[in-house]
């Protein structure tokens, strides 16, 4: 009974996150019939104080959920996996190192693509600057300037922010999936949305004051709305390998480098930015106070959980 109400709630958080995440996506098309935010010259969703705000709390949130929720989570899962023998011990902390695997796997791949895109763009100017060294007169240079870059960053920078942001709720959604209670499953969920949804109102934002075309931002938007659940599915998939009392390796693994893409997501969103004010400041401490509170009222109403070893009886407690 507990699997099935198990699997019904990742079910709904799947339903719930897809729709949500969208309507907070295309909210910034309605608001701006009233705002007029894209004849503004503010051209960066992120410059907004208010946005700027939500962003940070949303990463207090995960602040709090990576160090205070997942990383113990894993070192349990870690433990018991190395007590039924099913690892073998290493002379290093493993959980950690797992961590920051994720964490460097994220960074990587963000760079590469970073790099790919750049390159791309580099190949567009080199052309246009041969194109127009070639007897150009400055009235043909300035119409062909005036159209072209423009285009650059419409889709490219869009595509750049999809991308990279979808890989971070990717691994946001496996967190999701494999948490093995339900209330940990709302617990992840609410932390996952609390930075997501700020998130998809500011991509929404981002890319309609870049005037990307209609059919793209939607393309877009719809793959950003679509990764978290996706992600929960696979959490699901790997979850349902062994028993909810059992610690799973994948499951372990998994569980370990979401917890360091978070911890990337963090550092993007808040150690990277200098002197940002008191306002943001306070805005991170509610948001990781807020979880610290949930995180403290989950453990007294679920208790310390435990692992059972698939061949022997041995428990691994927290």
């Not at 608001?31 to 949303?58: D, H, I, P, Y």
């Not at 390796?249 to 002197?275: M, R, S």
């Amino acid at each position: 009974m507990n699997d099935h109400q198990l699997l019904v709630a990742k079910i709904v958080v799947i339903v719930v996150l897809l729709l949500v995440t969208l309507i907070f996506c295309f909210i910034p098309y309605v608001l701006n019939r009233w705002f007029k935010w894209t004849s503004r010259k503010v051209s960066n969703a992120r410059e907004f104080l208010a946005v700027l705000c939500l962003l940070n709390f949303g990463g207090g949130v995960l602040i709090a959920t990576t160090f205070i929720h997942m990383l113990p989570l894993v070192i349990n899962v870690v433990d018991a996996l190395q007590h039924c023998q099913m690892l073998v011990k290493t002379p290093f902390a493993l959980p950690e190192m797992l961590m920051c695997t994720g964490f460097f796997l994220m960074y990587g791949i963000e760079e590469l693509m970073y790099f790919v895109v750049g390159r791309q763009q580099r190949k567009k100017q080199q052309m246009l600057q041969q194109a127009l060294e070639e007897g150009l007169e400055k009235e043909q240079k300035e119409k062909r300037r005036d159209v072209k870059e423009p285009e650059q960053p419409n889709w490219m920078r869009g595509l750049g922010i999809i991308v990279a942001l979808s890989l971070h709720e990717l691994f946001g959604g496996m967190a999701i999936g494999l948490e093995g209670r339900v209330d940990t499953v709302w617990f992840m969920c609410g932390a996952i949305a609390a930075h997501k949804l700020v998130l998809a109102f500011c991509i929404g934002m981002e890319i309609m004051m870049a005037h990307t075309r209609w059919l793209i931002a939607v393309i877009y938007l719809i793959v950003f709305s679509i990764v978290t659940p996706i992600g929960v599915g696979i959490g699901i998939a790997v979850s349902e390998t062994s028993s909810a009392n059992q610690p799973s390796i994948p499951a372990g693994i998994l569980q370990g480098i979401a917890c360091g893409t978070l911890l990337y997501v963090v550092f993007y969103e808040i150690v990277a930015k200098n002197h940002a004010g008191w306002r943001i400041l306070l805005c991170s401490l509610g948001g990781f106070l807020l979880m610290f509170g949930l995180q403290i009222a989950v453990v007294e109403a679920s208790g310390k959980s435990s692992y059972e070893c698939p061949n022997t009886q041995l428990k691994s407690a927290k």
